[in-house]
């Protein structure tokens, strides 16, 4: 994920610098992929004013003289630009500087005059229109005139910044945004968080024509709809093409970048359905009907089935949940209304349905690391206040809160200084870690008995127990102060195997010596396994454990024999031309004690032979 060093320094007064901070969050268990330097290709490129600017005879040329304050007052430079003019102040490349793509720029004579430079386009520069206006026009870059002489270019045109490309592992669902990073920010430098403005005004316009349902409220735990009218679509602020381009995208249009910037800001996708296209003026999110079709807003047309989430209006599917938009809803020049979307989708719904139509969006790859049940009124309003400030439409009262019965409150856990201290191995002090845990936006309530009742942010869905609270406060208070200790039931030994090892060890000696090679299979499969062995549904076999986030349908319970797994190698081997052969494999099965489960399986060690072949 790209965050730009000047956005988190919208919410964090950061007094370190890019590299320092890039140690900070790796100590805290960030890790930055590549700092990028945006200015690094670039030197000695400075503002220049023209103060002289007369046509070379016979040539498409200009001979200039450029101010470019102390590198010089009076430097030669020609130029090929047809826009440029005495007055002008541009960017000036002089004799020894280099360009981006390492284009170095040497004094030279062209067309038999002397010039000690190039003056610079913004597409020379690496720039685009929405990094810094102007920069696509066909000519020189025109700079306003209250630019400084000599100044250097990165400055003047907001290339002096660092971009951090930051691996978010997949328990932390919380950091896929920009503002998710600027809380881990304000921790680590102990500095307060500066939330973005949320706040908006309502008009008394309502519209009572609008209907939204959640038919699967299994698969949409929560979904938040806003009409918004009056829209007036245009070009957004540069500021926010500006972050935009930053993070990758380009700018579309006001109402567009206000859902891009939602996402990349507070990590919450959402979409804006034209109202004047949605049949019936309803919005129901279910499950696809076997059959039914969409095309989404790529032009891209998919068959659906029942394993698919979509938000329909009265006739047809409009949006493929939390992948992308319908082009039969989208957004044109004639829009008027919208309703603004900010749901929670399952991960496994969006994931399954994203890798089984081969379509993935960046809303996609937010909701299969999971987006809380806080996040959609927090990117709602967000939204809706940037809506209201960049005056592009009318936020009415009209606003839907659909969620599936739970209360939206914090979780709680009781526990102790001595057990997350526990966890660590050292002696952290209780104040230490209270005040760790506070920054963290965590609440700490010391009870009578000296326990502690931790309240977790609403937005921390990873945080469960006690070991969770341990790793926060390791993370912030440094791993450095671990010291390498026995566990409290370890024991010093000799080494070597134990009686089942070489137990396990020699049957496998004897195996091999009677021609039998060693196989090794995963611990999954699938009831399917079970049906084809015809295992009866009372069979003890069938109470397995099914994976909460399996790899696949294929790999979704843990294997209650070996059975299945062996046959599956010796078809590979036979579908491979191997027509005879002998296998084994040791290794434990998982036996529910009882179902639900309750408490961890019992792993039985198991021997598996399997033999094929005409002499077998």
């Known amino acids: 994920m790209k965050v730009p060093f000047s956005w988190l320094k919208q919410y964090v007064d950061i007094d370190v610098s890019a590299q320092e901070l890039e140690t900070?969050?790796?100590?805290?268990g960030f890790e930055?992929?590549?700092?990028?330097?945006?200015?690094?290709?670039?030197?000695?490129?400075?503002?220049?004013?023209?103060?002289?600017?007369?046509?070379?005879?016979?040539?498409?040329?200009?001979?200039?003289?450029?101010?470019?304050g102390d590198y010089g007052h009076d430097i030669q430079i020609s130029t090929g630009a047809s826009n440029v003019y005495?007055?002008?102040?541009?960017?000036?490349?002089?004799?020894?500087?280099?360009?981006?793509?390492?284009?170095?720029?040497?004094?030279?004579?062209?067309?038999?005059?002397?010039?000690?430079?190039?003056?610079?386009?913004?597409?020379?520069l690496g720039l685009n229109?929405?990094?810094?206006?102007?920069?696509?026009?066909?000519?020189?870059?025109?700079?306003?005139?209250?630019?400084?002489?000599?100044?250097?270019?990165?400055?003047?045109?907001?290339?002096d910044d660092y971009i951090f490309d930051i691996s978010i592992t997949a328990n932390r669902a919380d950091c896929q945004s920009v503002l998710g990073i600027a809380r881990e920010v304000a921790a680590v430098l102990n500095k307060p968080l500066k939330m973005p403005a949320t706040d908006y005004t309502v008009s008394d316009y309502k519209d009572p024509r609008l209907n939204i349902t959640v038919e699967a409220p299994d698969l949409c735990p929560r979904y938040l709809g806003h009409y918004v009218r009056n829209i007036t679509t245009g070009e957004s602020p540069r500021w926010m093409r500006r972050q935009l381009a930053l993070c990758g995208l380009r700018s579309i249009s006001n109402?567009?970048?206000?859902?891009?910037?939602?996402?990349?800001?507070?990590g919450q996708?959402?979409?804006?359905?034209?109202?004047?296209?949605?049949?019936?003026?309803?919005?129901?999110?279910?499950r696809a009907h076997e059959g039914e079709k969409i095309v989404t807003l790529d032009e891209k047309e998919f068959t659906l089935n029942p394993n698919n989430l979509v938000i329909c209006d009265a006739e047809k599917p409009v949006a493929l949940a939390g992948i992308m938009g319908g082009a039969n809803s989208g957004m044109d020049d004639n829009t008027t209304s919208l309703l603004f979307e900010c749901a929670t989708f399952a991960r496994d719904s969006v994931r399954k349905t994203s890798r089984a139509l081969g379509q993935n969006s960046d809303s996609s790859a937010r909701y299969e690391k999971g987006v809380d049940r806080y996040s959609p009124q927090l990117g709602l309003a967000r939204a809706l206040h940037l809506i209201q400030q960049l005056d592009c439409g009318d936020i009415t009262t009209l606003e839907y809160d659909l969620t599936d019965g739970r209360p939206l409150e914090r979780k709680h856990i009781v526990t102790t200084p001595a057990k997350i201290c526990g966890v660590l191995g050292i002696t952290v002090p209780e104040q230490t870690?209270?005040?760790?845990?506070?920054?963290?936006?965590?609440?700490?309530?010391?009870?009578?008995?000296?326990?502690?009742?931790?309240?977790?942010?609403?937005?921390?869905?990873?945080?469960?127990?006690?070991?969770?609270l341990a790793e926060e406060v390791i993370r912030e208070y440094g791993y450095d102060h671990i010291v390498p200790t026995f566990l409290n039931t370890a024991s010093v030994t000799n080494g070597g195997l134990n009686y089942d090892q070489k137990q396990q060890l020699k049957t496998k000696r004897l195996l091999a010596a009677q021609g039998f090679y060693e196989a090794s299979t995963l611990a999954f499969y699938s009831n399917a396994e079970l049906d084809m062995l015809h295992i009866p549904a009372e069979d003890e076999a069938r109470k397995a454990i099914r994976i909460l986030n399996p790899i696949s349908e294929n790999l979704s319970i843990m294997r209650t024999l070996l059975t299945p797994s062996m046959l599956n190698v010796i078809v590979d081997n036979l579908k491979k031309g191997n027509a005879e052969g002998r296998l084994?494999?040791?290794?434990?099965?998982?036996?529910?004690?009882?179902?639900?489960?309750?408490?961890?399986?019992?792993e039985r060690q198991t021997l598996c032979i399997g033999a094929f072949g005409p002499e077998e």
């Not at 066909?138 to 250097?152: F, Q």
């Not at 084994?584 to 019992?602: Q, R």
């Open 24 to 28: 900070k969050l790796f100590d805290c």
């Open 129 to 159: 229109e929405d990094l810094y206006p102007g920069a696509e026009v066909y000519g020189l870059l025109d700079l306003p005139k209250d630019t400084v002489p000599g100044t250097p270019i990165q400055q003047v045109v907001g290339l």
């Open 255 to 266: 109402v567009v970048d206000i859902t891009n910037h939602t996402l990349l800001e507070m």
């Open 584 to 602: 084994f494999e040791m290794a434990p099965v998982y036996l529910a004690k009882e179902l639900p489960i309750n408490e961890h399986p019992h």
């Open 269 to 286: 996708p959402m979409h804006a359905f034209d109202l004047n296209k949605v049949a019936g003026r309803t919005i129901d999110v279910r």
């Open 86 to 124: 005495a007055g002008m102040h541009t960017p000036a490349a002089l004799d020894g500087s280099t360009l981006p793509g390492g284009i170095k720029i040497k004094a030279k004579p062209l067309m038999g005059i002397e010039s000690n430079g190039m003056l610079c386009s913004g597409e020379e």
């Open 32 to 68: 930055v992929e590549e700092l990028i330097d945006l200015g690094a290709e670039i030197s000695k490129v400075v503002v220049g004013v023209v103060t002289e600017c007369v046509p070379q005879e016979g040539t498409h040329l200009h001979i200039c003289k450029v101010d470019c």
């Open 433 to 468: 870690m209270i005040d760790i845990l506070q920054r963290l936006e965590f609440t700490v309530d010391v009870q009578a008995d000296g326990s502690w009742d931790v309240s977790a942010p609403l937005y921390r869905d990873d945080v469960e127990s006690f070991p969770d």
